[in-house]
């Protein structure tokens, strides 16, 4: 589904001669090819939608460090087009739940899994990354379901 979109997102930028939407939308059809033929190599199938999510935020996050690094050293030209990725990126990401929501998501991951400790934590987080795939931050995630685990 996400493939299709991409192909009819693509399509539709260039036609309104979308330039910078256009250039994002290939570099994530690029990422995705490359990532189709790393399975196809493994002996596996092209990406699933969840592993197209994956890919996608792991771009948003390459894009938010590139963002750091240029506002550090005064490059505020890179820093913009970088923003502009990661917006146009973002298009194709479900909504990222809020503070509020992945905290009621952590309590009932880790009542669901029956964690204890943090010992227990790795059980947590996979049922969240079964559950919340695409729509939340798992490295603020972590912190929540370490804290509440810890007892903090």
Do not use: C, W
């Not at 010992?119 to 931050?137: H, N, Q, S």
């Amino acid at each position: 589904m996400l493939r299709e979109r991409f192909s009819d997102e693509l399509k539709a930028a260039m036609k309104a001669g979308d330039k910078p939407r256009v250039s994002t939308i290939r570099l994530i059809q690029a990422a995705l090819k490359d990532k189709d033929i790393e399975a196809r190599g493994a002996g596996k199938e092209p990406a699933s939608d969840d592993e197209i999510l994956a890919l996608l935020q792991k771009m948003t996050k390459q894009r938010q460090e590139s963002i750091a690094i240029y506002d550090a050293n005064s490059r505020p030209e890179l820093a913009a087009g970088e923003r502009q990725e990661v917006d146009i990126i973002g298009e194709f990401l479900p909504k990222q739940l809020g503070e509020a929501e992945m905290a009621e998501a952590v309590q009932a991951a880790i009542a669901a899994v029956g964690a204890e400790t943090v010992k227990d934590m790795g059980k947590v987080i996979a049922k969240l990354r079964a559950d919340f795939a695409g729509r939340m931050d798992f490295g603020k995630a972590s912190g929540v379901v370490k804290q509440k685990l810890s007892g903090a």
